[in-house]
C-alpha cells in the first residue's frame, strides 16, 4: 500500500515552525521529496536530521512508490495549484478502471495568523519601492493628496454601506500606511523609522491608554474609558492649552467640533458669541448638535447626500 501525504505550508511562518502532525508524518516517511530543496522547508527538515530528495516532476510521481511518501510543496504554494498534477492523474487512473492502491493526504503543515498577509504588503511594497520608477520617485509630501483622497473614499464607502468598496478602500489607506513608512526607512538624518516602529507604537500606545484592559484601572462605562484616554494622553503630551494637536488644516466644520469640544473642558469659556455673526451662528449649531450627541460632520454630510439624491431623482424625471 503506497501512502502519499501534500504536505502544505505557509510563507508567512517560520519553515520549522510546522504542526506535531507534519512532524509525525516526515519523521515516519520512507521518502519525503520536493521539487526544489533549495527551499527553506526543505532545509529546516534536512536540519531536523532527516533527508529531502530533490524530485523532477509533481507528487503524482509518488503514487506508485511502495511505503510512505511526504511531498513537499513549495512554501505558500496553494491547494489547488500543488495538488493539480495529483488529482489529474487520480482521475486519468479512474477513468481507465485502475485501481490507485494509493491513500492520498492532504496536511496543512502551518497555519497564517491573523494579520499575516500584512507581510506580503510590506514585501510588495519594498519591491515597488526599488524596482518601480513612480514609486520611487515618491515622497512623504508626493503622497500627501492620496493620503487625503483614500480617508475620504474611505468614508464615502462606509456611508454607502457597501461592504466590498469599504475593503477595498481599506486597503488603499493601508497602502499609503506602509507607502510613508517605507519612505521614511530612508531618511538618512537618524529620523529614519519602518513598519515595525509604527505598529510597535501603536501597540504601546493602545495599551498604555487602555488600562482597564491591560491592567487593573477599573471602568463602569465608556465615559470613564475616554476620560481615561484623555487624562494619560495629556501627561503623555505635557501640552500647554487644551487646544495644542488640533490639525489646523482639518476641515472647518470637523475643526469647529474638535476646538469646542476640546474648550468644554475648560471651566468658565463661553464657547460661542451670543452674535447674529454667520460664524457664531454656525458654532451655535456644532454646540447644538454636540448636546444631542451627534457629529456635525456626519449629520451635514447625509444631509448634503439626502440633497444630492433628491437632485438625481429629479433630473432621472
Not at 278 to 287: I, K, M, N, T
Amino acid at each position: 500500500m503506497t501512502r502519499l501525504v501534500l504536505l502544505l505550508t505557509s510563507p508567512r511562518v517560520a519553515p520549522g515552525l510546522l504542526t506535531a502532525d507534519a512532524w509525525q508524518a516526515l519523521r515516519t516517511a520512507d521518502r519525503i521529496c520536493s521539487a526544489d530543496v533549495s527551499h527553506d522547508l526543505a532545509a529546516a527538515v534536512c536540519a531536523a536530521g532527516l533527508r529531502v530528495e530533490e524530485l523532477t516532476g509533481s507528487p503524482a510521481d509518488l503514487l506508485d512508490t511502495p511505503g510512505a511518501s511526504v511531498w513537499l510543496a513549495d512554501p505558500g504554494e496553494d491547494l489547488e495549484t500543488a495538488s493539480r498534477p495529483l488529482a489529474a492523474e487520480l482521475v486519468r487512473r479512474s477513468e481507465g478502471g485502475a485501481s490507485t492502491g494509493s491513500e492520498v493526504e492532504v496536511l496543512v503543515g502551518s497555519y497564517d495568523l491573523p494579520g499575516a498577509r500584512l507581510i506580503d504588503l510590506v514585501e510588495v511594497m519594498d519591491r515597488l519601492r526599488t524596482e518601480c520608477p513612480w514609486d520611487r520617485q515618491q515622497t512623504h509630501r508626493s503622497l500627501l493628496t492620496y493620503l487625503v483622497e483614500e480617508a475620504y473614499e474611505a468614508v464615502e464607502a462606509v456611508e454607502s454601506g457597501d461592504t466590498p468598496h469599504l475593503r477595498e478602500e481599506l486597503g488603499d489607506l493601508l497602502l499609503q500606511v506602509v507607502f510613508h513608512a517605507r519612505i521614511a526607512e530612508e531618511h538618512a538624518d537618524g529620523d529614519a523609522f519602518d513598519i515595525d516602529d509604527v505598529t510597535g507604537g501603536i501597540v504601546e500606545k493602545l495599551v498604555r491608554r487602555h488600562p482597564h484592559v491591560f491592567a487593573d484601572t477599573a471602568v463602569t462605562g465608556a465615559a470613564d474609558v475616554e476620560a481615561n484616554w484623555e487624562t494619560i494622553k495629556a501627561a503623555e503630551k505635557q501640552r500647554s492649552s487644551v487646544l495644542d494637536g488640533i490639525p489646523a488644516a482639518l476641515p472647518a466644520l470637523s475643526l469647529a467640533a474638535k476646538t469646542l469640544s476640546r474648550a468644554a473642558r475648560v471651566d468658565d469659556v463661553a464657547l460661542t458669541e451670543q452674535t447674529d455673526e454667520l460664524g457664531d451662528r454656525l458654532l451655535r449649531l456644532v454646540v447644538e448638535s454636540q448636546t444631542a450627541g451627534l457629529d456635525p460632520e456626519q449629520v451635514l454630510r447625509d444631509a448634503v447626500r439626502r440633497l444630492a439624491e433628491r437632485v438625481r431623482a429629479t433630473e432621472a424625471g
